[in-house]
């Protein structure tokens, strides 16, 4: 059974940083590409980076030159930093995990809130 579980958020201050992690198990890792994707209260989900198994990162255009995406195989975990946040960053930010023929499965969650 897949589960990926995120933590790292929190309550920071305009300009702050903040560093998420997902952890993976029950899936095969290292091979899968991996992503974030946030939603905030009253939006639609909106993707925000992707990391490759071999570590081609895709991003945003609002989040590019801010945020990093990496991943650690030997841990089962992906990684998002955060850097000079910003009011509009508050959302809840989501993992995800794709899989063949496009499946993807997806974490519970974490909150960011960004505070001016």
């Known amino acids: 059974q897949v589960q990926l579980v995120e933590s790292g958020g929190g309550l920071v201050q305009a300009g702050g940083s903040l560093r998420l992690s997902c952890a993976a198990s029950g899936v095969i890792f290292a091979t899968s590409p991996l992503g974030w994707y946030r939603q905030a209260p009253g939006k639609q989900r909106e993707f925000v980076a992707r990391v490759t198994g071999m570590g081609d990162a895709t991003y945003a255009d609002s989040v590019k030159g801010r945020f990093t995406i990496s991943r650690d195989n030997t841990k089962n975990t992906m990684y998002l930093q955060m850097i000079s946040l910003a009011p509009e960053d508050t959302a809840v930010y989501h993992c995800?995990?794709?899989?063949?023929?496009?499946?993807?499965?997806w974490g519970q969650g974490t909150q960011v809130t960004v505070t001016s």
């Open positions: 995800m995990i794709e899989f063949p023929l496009g499946r993807r499965a």
